[in-house]
């Protein structure tokens, strides 16, 4: 079994930055990509960025150049996912998810990003 929990969220004005972090508790040997996705109050959950194990990434369109997601990585015992969020927007405010799939599909609670302007 796999669980995800999100960090690092929070409000921040807008041009500044965050790091979340998506920690993978539980085996990753089945797990073969990581997504992170951003649902706006009221609105449809998209996604924002993804890696696969092998290291493949890929953004949306509106975060290309401002945001950066991490390989899978294993940091003081812990494996863990990064996005880099940069040159914030308040577009860019709305809960912020980890989803990973493989054999399974696994979804964290979320964190919060709030960009004021």
């Known amino acids: 079994q796999v669980q995800l929990v999100e960090f690092g969220g929070g409000l921040v004005q807008a041009g500044g930055s965050l790091r979340l972090s998506c920690e993978v508790i539980?085996?990753?040997?089945?797990?073969?990509?990581i997504d992170w996705y951003r649902q706006v109050s009221g609105g449809e959950r998209g996604l924002v960025a993804g890696?696969?194990?092998?290291?493949?990434?890929?953004?949306?369109d509106s975060v290309k150049g401002r945001f950066n997601i991490s390989k899978l990585n294993r940091i003081n015992a812990k494996n863990t996912v990064s996005l880099q969020v940069d040159s914030l927007e308040s577009e860019d405010t709305g809960v912020y998810s980890c989803?990973?799939?493989?054999?399974?599909?696994?979804w964290g609670q979320g964190t919060q990003v709030t960009v004021s302007s």
């Open positions: 989803h990973a799939w493989g054999t399974g599909n696994y």
């Open positions: 539980g085996s990753i040997f089945n797990i073969n990509a």
């Open positions: 890696v696969t194990r092998g290291g493949n990434t890929k953004y949306a």
